[in-house]
């Protein structure tokens, strides 16, 4: 049972009436009375037991845009049900609205809909469904709560969205150009041309150097087929926030502007996360459906308060990928936690391309003089520059490509790094 405000509206007016009279008879009557009203609003109020409930919309909703669920409530009984429903949906949906009134006739039903503004990234549910039946007075309500589950997944913005069309006009001119690698690279045959000094003598044709009297060797196109291996660090330095989002939220926005890229360039994309064990992981999806299932796959996520494993990182890698391909780590360049052997392991093998989110606020608190508090907080901020530089430098000598740049840029920088591996032959 649940009371009304009308209820109270009625008991505020029932004590102006007791105290104008001021008796105990006034009191028992107008308290019978009210109470009278009560119960026979409840006994002429339609039965919940005989409704039921069932939800459809929306499972699938990105950050920054509206989802639908429509709640469908049958009417099994003999009375008209005047009353509210209610979704239990979580704060962070920012279900509106909150509750609805509806009228249902007997035997008939009736919907109501909820649009939902998810703030947070996740599954968001809701299993029960509140339902309030009114008598005729609008004084009291039979209440009953029915299960009925409906889970929206809540999925991260894509906002380097707005970058895709100028990285697809690149690739698109990339791939139009006629481009001849260095001998023994690629798998598909091109051409002939005459051999310099360099070239790897296993690609000499030597039946074509026979015919002609010149060294000739072989070259070959670039394979279009080609492996993408995103491997996302989802240890504590991903929790950090840089421009107002955590740097994980920036690294998904990341793989997919990498992801929409690489299937229009014919390459194959795999994802894994991983912290201290592994978080999530997607393995040669179809070309058609490869965003969705790397995005869906990434929205649970959430930063882990612990370090990440190096070892598992790599082995994870290693044991997945048997041939080269390209490996796209998006991690922290911190060197208290940058696992240089497992990553050394990891570029003697593959294309390691590392992505890192940096803080323009280091930039701005190096440049701080003046005040005691300034200075060493700039001393503090030009000593992390600094191991940051060392550590992308040492880096970069064993072979690995380092992007890093603010959340905003850095999108578009790995992509950019990517082509740039395409128009060289390494990929």
Request: positive net charge.
């Amino acid at each position: 049972m649940a009371l009304s405000g009308r209820t109270a509206a009625a008991a505020l007016a029932a004590v102006l009436l007791v105290l104008a009279f001021r008796t105990t008879a006034a009191l028992v009557i107008i308290d019978a009375l009210l109470l009278a009203a009560v119960i026979a609003d409840l006994i002429l109020a339609a039965p919940v037991r005989r409704l039921t409930v069932t939800r459809a919309g929306d499972t699938r909703v990105r950050l920054g845009e509206r989802a639908t669920v429509t709640t469908t409530v049958v009417n099994h009984g003999r009375r008209t049900l005047r009353g509210q429903v209610r979704a239990a949906w979580p704060p962070s949906a920012r279900a509106a609205p909150p509750r609805t009134s509806v009228v249902i006739t007997a035997t008939s039903q009736g919907s109501v809909t909820t649009v939902l503004d998810p703030e947070r990234r996740g599954d968001i549910s809701s299993d029960t469904v509140t339902i309030r039946s009114f008598g005729p007075l609008g004084l009291a309500a039979r209440q009953r709560s029915l299960k009925s589950l409906h889970t929206v997944r809540a999925l991260p913005p894509f906002r380097s969205r707005k970058h895709l069309p100028g990285k697809l006009a690149q690739l698109r001119e990339l791939d139009g150009q006629h481009r001849a690698v260095r001998p023994g690279q690629g798998s598909e045959f091109d051409s002939l041309r005459e051999y310099v000094t360099g070239d790897d003598v296993r690609s000499v044709d030597w039946r074509s150097t026979a015919r002609r009297g010149d060294v000739l060797v072989r070259t070959w196109r670039p394979e279009r087929d080609r492996r993408i291996v995103f491997v996302l660090d989802t240890g504590r330095t991903s929790a950090g926030r840089v421009g107002g989002y955590p740097r994980l939220d920036t690294a998904m926005d990341a793989v997919q502007l990498l992801t929409a890229l690489a299937v229009q360039a014919g390459d194959r994309v795999d994802l894994i996360a991983v912290d201290q064990r592994i978080r999530a992981r997607v393995l040669a999806p179809p070309r058609t459906a490869a965003l969705a299932a790397v995005t869906d796959a990434m929205a649970p996520l959430d930063p882990e308060l612990t370090e990440a494993d190096g070892r598992l990182l790599a082995s994870s890698v290693l044991a997945h990928a048997r041939r080269r391909c390209l490996v796209v780590l998006l991690t922290d360049l911190n060197p208290s936690v940058t696992p240089l052997p497992e990553l050394r392991a990891l570029a003697a093998r593959h294309e390691l391309l590392v992505g890192a989110v940096a803080d323009p606020r280091t930039e701005e608190l190096a440049a701080g003089r003046g005040e005691a508090d300034r200075v060493y907080a700039a001393a503090a901020a030009t000593r992390a520059q600094a191991e940051r530089i060392e550590l992308a430098a040492t880096l970069t000598r064993v072979g690995v490509t380092v992007v890093e740049g603010p959340p905003g840029k850095l999108p578009p920088a790995l992509a950019d790094a990517y082509l740039s591996l395409k128009a060289a032959g390494r990929l």
